[in-house]
């Protein structure tokens, strides 16, 4: 007797219906479809440095493999890298910062997920910015908390309006999240808005998720982080990492710092989902944060250099616009006098014009109206984009 298989329907808990993604790599996944098919993409849509990870940090990482870095570590990191990362810190936000308030993760998104889980109820609310880092709503939502977007608008230079973020806060407030320099935007909120965000936040129990994750490649003056404002660092999560700084995206090591006691559970989530980070990793981590910083310095400049090229370019054809971040790695176009919308235009780009950007809908709904092009590729290869999307322009409004 000849047995039949069953096709079963797939019965998925219903949190994953409020799951979003990362639009990014589904980009990158058709781009790379096309290049199957034989055509030539240029690449302005992922969000990575196209530099290598500097040699003194490859070497390190080579040498702890070879002295058998390879086992498992501390759910919350490798004493030496938290150690390293509290004084770094403590430094550069001039605050008093001590290993047990150090968790190390792989990668950045741990630690908005892990925050996430660890202190938002069924329907507590969180404010963050739009448009922003699609994750944010995305984890907001699957873990059942009402997302508040926050609106950045171009008019204001991408940074938060203070005063429309302070009718956002109610008594169901649990979380507010900060990103400067922001992505997509570019954007940077200056040291006297953060101020006046703690202000109006005063003595109320939220807490902030501070996304630094760029801040070392601000074009325009000092970064100024939230823990530095008195009275704010025990209800600040700092969410840094290593992917973006020293082009270590590959690498997977990211660290939040926040007080101890939620430091304890955040690492109770490590332990449970990824146990450690990476030991040979962390050894690389650590001679990142304490060895040579020229190879940033350069980064930074090259990164401000093309996108100074590649937003004069933009200003240069018609129905664009674009100003001048003043962080991160990103051009975020105003494309509204095209008459088009982004997604199709996104995608009309990618597919006839062979550039591949993001639609500004892809990090929320403040982000019609708008393209983003990741600067993270050559200065010739950028200059190409400019011209296949002028030509594209020329043919087709």
Same mark, same amino acid.
């Given at each position: 007797?000849?047995?039949? $298989? ?11 219906? %409020? ?5 990014? @790599? ?14 030539? #993409?240029?690449?302005?849509? #992922? ?29 919350? =990191?490798?004493?030496?890298? &938290?150690? $390293? ?9 001039? /605050? ?16 908005? @997920? ?33 997302? /508040? ?12 309006? /203070? ?5 956002? /806060?109610?008594? &169901?407030?649990?979380? #507010? ?22 202000? #109006? ?14 801040? %070392? ?17 025990? %209800? ?5 990492? @290593? ?15 926040? &007080? ?75 494309? &509204?006098? $095209? =008459? ?32 983003? @092009? ?24």
């Amino acid at each position: 007797m000849t047995a039949h $298989t069953v096709q079963h329907e797939l019965l998925l808990a219903r949190r994953m219906a %409020r799951l979003g993604t990362e639009t990014a @790599f589904e980009v990158l996944s058709k781009a790379r479809a096309l290049e199957r098919q034989g055509r030539k #993409i240029i690449h302005l849509e #992922i969000g990575e440095p196209d530099f290598d990870t500097p040699a003194n940090i490859v070497d390190a990482g080579v040498e702890a493999l070879r002295s058998g870095w390879t086992h498992y570590g501390p759910s919350a =990191g490798l004493p030496e890298l &938290r150690q $390293t990362i509290a004084d770094y810190v403590s430094r550069t936000r001039g /605050v008093e910062v001590s290993p047990d308030e150090v968790v190390v993760v792989p990668g950045g998104k741990p630690i908005i @997920f892990f925050s996430m889980l660890a202190l938002i109820d069924e329907g507590d609310e969180v404010i963050y910015p739009d448009p922003g880092f699609p994750i944010y709503q995305s984890m907001i939502e699957y873990v059942g908390g009402k997302a /508040v977007p926050a609106p950045l608008r171009e008019e204001r230079d991408f940074a938060m309006d /203070v005063a429309e973020f302070e009718s956002l /806060v109610s008594d &169901r407030t649990k979380l #507010i999240i900060l990103n400067s320099p922001q992505n997509p935007t570019g954007g940077i909120l200056p040291r006297a808005d953060i101020e006046r965000i703690a202000a #109006i936040l005063g003595d109320r129990n939220i807490m902030v998720l501070s996304d630094e994750i760029y801040s %070392r490649l601000q074009f325009e003056g000092e970064p100024f982080s939230i823990l530095s404002v008195p009275g704010m660092q025990e %209800r600040t999560i700092l969410l840094d990492g @290593f992917s973006k700084t020293y082009a270590m995206t590959g690498w997977r090591i990211g660290y939040g710092v926040m &007080r101890a006691d939620l430091a304890t559970q955040i690492t109770r989530l490590m332990t449970n989902s990824n146990s450690c980070t990476a030991s040979f990793t962390q050894i690389a981590g650590i001679e990142a944060l304490l060895g040579n910083q020229s190879s940033v310095d350069r980064m930074r400049a090259e990164f401000e250099q093309r996108s100074r090229i590649f937003v004069d370019g933009l200003n240069e054809i018609r129905g664009f616009s674009c100003r001048m971040p003043k962080g991160a790695f990103y051009a975020f176009a105003n494309i &509204r006098e $095209t =008459g088009w919308q982004a997604k199709p235009l996104a995608d009309a780009l990618l597919e006839e014009a062979g550039v591949a950007a993001l639609s500004g809908t892809s990090f929320g709904a403040f982000g019609e109206g708008y393209l983003r @092009f990741s600067v993270a590729n050559s200065v010739s290869r950028l200059r190409e984009a400019l011209d296949r999307i002028d030509r594209w322009v020329k043919q087709n409004l």
